[in-house]
């Protein structure tokens, strides 16, 4: 994942199961789990290795989301 170039959240749309996260400070890389609409926010799973870590999780906001991490960059796809 070291290679792996990273972006701003600037779209709600971007936050997709599967996507990975990692803070704007720190190198740790999260999977972005489901929505969760009881707890108001997305469950994150530690990501290291290639392998999704799914003992431990912990939920968050949209809002922190879009503030302080970054998501993985893609290959947009033109119609």
């Keep these: 994942m070291k290679n792996t170039a990273f972006e701003n959240i600037y779209d709600a749309y971007q936050l997709v199961s599967g996507a990975k996260i990692k803070g704007r400070n720190q190198e740790e ?30 939920i968050i906001s949209e809002r922190e989301l879009m503030n302080n991490y970054l998501i993985e960059k893609v290959a947009r796809i033109a119609a």
Excluded: H
């Design 29 to 58: 890389v999260f999977e972005l789990g489901e929505y969760d609409g009881n707890k108001r926010g997305y469950t994150l799973y530690a990501f290291e290795d290639g392998i999704k870590f799914t003992d431990f999780s912990v």
